[in-house]
């Protein structure tokens, strides 16, 4: 890893997730999140693999005439290899399928993004642990550590992931590895701090972290930087 890449690493970075949004104003949330945020998250659920639905390519395909922050997708899905292709023609700039379920064929998926054009990513749910993916990490630009359980918003924070965070990011500077540690789930100003000492790069703001501090969403990315900043001076 490059001296400019820790640098960048060091910085901390915001992904808005979009299943949390106001979808009576998307494109108004949309162009403010654009200067608030360095990412947006894609939750893409097929409703078996998690009991939900949640967002589409369909949409994605919208957000992109406004969206000037990459994409990440989450694949909470069943068959991620069904889903790859059309995530990449939608815009996707990470896919990040779960890695329990594509671990009987992982290089194979890996690969399929790669061919996309899309850089890869993996999601850990918490109850996985982070050896289940070692023999491919080094092929990960960004490892997703699950801090609730997928599918459904406003979960109880799961304390037991800081360790699994701080072991990932130990695993990154004794291998030379490149991934970014991105944290998604009960995202907030009470998890910042011990999330941020962990070693989290990205972190994954929904309702709690960011849609439901203000109803104007410019006053919301106001209090989640000035939430994130209280947090990790202390």
Same mark, same amino acid.
Not at 14 to 43: P, R
Not at 136 to 142: P, Q, S, W
Not at 150 to 159: S, Y
């Given at each position: 890893?490059?001296?400019?890449?820790?640098?960048?690493?060091?910085?901390?970075?915001?992904?808005?997730?979009?299943?949390?949004?106001?979808?009576?104003?998307?494109?108004?949330?949309?162009?403010?999140?654009?200067?608030?945020?360095?990412?947006?998250?894609?939750?893409?659920?097929?409703?078996?693999?998690?009991?939900?639905?949640?967002?589409?390519?369909?949409?994605?395909?919208?957000?992109?005439?406004?969206?000037?922050?990459?994409?990440?997708?989450?694949?909470?899905?069943?068959?991620?290899?069904?889903?790859?292709?059309?995530?990449?023609?939608?815009?996707?700039?990470?896919?990040?399928?779960?890695?329990?379920?594509?671990?009987?064929?992982?290089?194979?998926?890996?690969?399929?993004?790669?061919?996309? !054009?899309?850089?890869?990513?993996?999601?850990?749910?918490?109850?996985?642990?982070?050896?289940?993916?070692?023999?491919?990490?080094?092929?990960?630009?960004?490892?997703?550590?699950?801090?609730?359980?997928?599918?459904?918003?406003?979960?109880?924070?799961?304390?037991?992931?800081?360790?699994?965070?701080?072991?990932?990011?130990?695993?990154?500077?004794?291998?030379?590895?490149?991934?970014?540690?991105?944290?998604?789930?009960?995202?907030?100003?009470?998890?910042?701090?011990?999330?941020?000492?962990? !070693?989290?790069?990205?972190?994954?703001? !929904?309702?709690? !972290?960011?849609?439901?501090?203000?109803?104007?969403?410019?006053?919301?990315?106001?209090?989640?930087?000035?939430?994130?900043?209280?947090?990790?001076?202390?």
């Amino acid at each position: 890893m490059s001296a400019f890449e820790k640098r960048d690493m060091m910085q901390p970075a915001f992904s808005a997730s979009l299943m949390c949004m106001d979808f009576l104003q998307v494109e108004n949330q949309l162009k403010v999140l654009n200067n608030a945020v360095d990412y947006y998250h894609i939750d893409i659920i097929d409703g078996h693999y998690s009991k939900n639905l949640s967002l589409s390519p369909d949409l994605m395909k919208a957000f992109r005439k406004v969206v000037t922050k990459p994409m990440d997708v989450h694949l909470a899905t069943t068959n991620p290899e069904d889903w790859i292709e059309v995530c990449a023609n939608a815009g996707a700039a990470y896919i990040s399928p779960q890695a329990e379920t594509i671990n009987h064929h992982a290089f194979r998926i890996l690969n399929m993004i790669q061919q996309a !054009g899309c850089k890869i990513g993996i999601v850990l749910n918490p109850a996985t642990p982070l050896q289940y993916i070692e023999s491919y990490l080094g092929r990960v630009d960004l490892l997703t550590i699950m801090t609730v359980d997928p599918g459904f918003p406003g979960q109880p924070f799961i304390h037991e992931m800081i360790g699994k965070i701080k072991e990932a990011a130990k695993l990154r500077e004794e291998k030379g590895y490149k991934y970014k540690i991105q944290v998604d789930g009960a995202v907030n100003k009470s998890t910042f701090k011990e999330l941020n000492r962990a !070693g989290a790069d990205v972190y994954v703001l !929904g309702s709690s !972290g960011l849609f439901n501090l203000d109803e104007n969403i410019e006053l919301a990315c106001e209090k989640m930087h000035q939430n994130f900043a209280e947090a990790t001076q202390r």
